[in-house]
């Protein structure tokens, strides 16, 4: 990666970024983010009615993007991705789904799905894009989308965060694994962030107002919340940061909140 520069620290200019899974959510939201910060970004999801005009509304604002279709689920999809974008410096992996179960209640197929969209998928696409950044020899810059259930465990979400402990794990195996190729891998932890994924879920007050009582910042994450982290991950002021698993979750996994009140 280009050595540190205090004004451009930060820039993503004359990199190239494929976002797996960038059509709405934090994926959409860390696409943009990192056009804005000079990237050439690839938009890449199942919603390619969606990328197209994302991707163009982001050129006519004067940013680098296109869009191309992936289903993580299929491999040849994946293969054909990975083979066309072999110039990538940045891989952001954020595809994922979620169904909440108990644990006894999940079907084969559910099971197969999540595994498939939140692990297998993305393992596949890491390895063909790390395998090129590892033969040009420039580096790069490689972050997974983990969860809270990368670091802790929550009821009802087992598969989930079986899939996102071992991106965990990869994360770290990588940096080490593709350390001497200058490849930086790293994790983003989101917290409670509101998006399609479980808006449903956040809806009764109750939720809301269990979130003000356990988390130092009581509201519930935006997309732009992570979209800072994924960018500064990406940009050369990162270089010595690699295999962390960072939690972007206002406060959830570090701090309690208690209902004592010191004398005054
Ligand atoms: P969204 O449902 O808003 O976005 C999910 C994204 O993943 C979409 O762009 C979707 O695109 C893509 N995706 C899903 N399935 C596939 C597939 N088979 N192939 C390619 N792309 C796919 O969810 P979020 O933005 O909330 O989630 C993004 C990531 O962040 C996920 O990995 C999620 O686990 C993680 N996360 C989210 C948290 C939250 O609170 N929201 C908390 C912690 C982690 P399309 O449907 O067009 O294919």
């Not at 860390?30 to 982001?58: C, D, F, Y």
């Amino acid at each position: 990666m280009a050595s540190m520069d205090p004004s451009s620290m930060f820039s993503l200019k004359g990199r190239t970024a494929l976002v797996a899974g960038a059509s709405r959510g934090i994926g959409l939201a860390i696409a943009k983010a990192m056009a804005t910060q000079g990237a050439h970004v690839v938009l890449a999801a199942r919603s390619i009615g969606v990328l197209e005009p994302e991707a163009e509304e982001l050129r006519r604002s004067g940013l680098s993007a296109e869009a191309t279709r992936l289903d993580v689920t299929r491999g040849e999809a994946i293969d054909e991705v990975g083979k066309a974008y072999s110039q990538v410096d940045i891989l952001i992996n954020v595809a994922g789904t979620n169904v909440r179960r108990r644990f006894q209640d999940y079907t084969p197929e559910e099971y197969d799905r999540i595994m498939q969209t939140n692990l297998h998928g993305l393992v596949r696409l890491t390895r063909l894009v790390g395998a090129s950044m590892v033969e040009r020899g420039n580096g790069g810059k490689i972050v997974n989308i983990g969860s809270l259930m990368s670091l802790l465990g929550l009821p009802y979400l087992s598969v989930y965060a079986m899939t996102k402990s071992a991106l965990a794990g990869l994360t770290r195996v990588l940096a080490a694994e593709w350390a001497d190729a200058d490849i930086q891998v790293n994790c983003i932890a989101p917290g409670f962030i509101l998006t399609d994924l479980n808006r449903d879920m956040w809806q009764p007050d109750f939720m809301k107002r269990w979130l003000g009582t356990v988390q130092a910042n009581p509201r519930l994450g935006t997309p732009e919340d992570i979209a800072g982290l994924a960018v500064f991950l990406a940009s050369s002021a990162a270089d010595y940061i690699t295999g962390q698993v960072i939690a972007a979750d206002g406060g959830y996994t570090t701090t309690a909140k208690w209902p004592f009140e010191p004398a005054s």
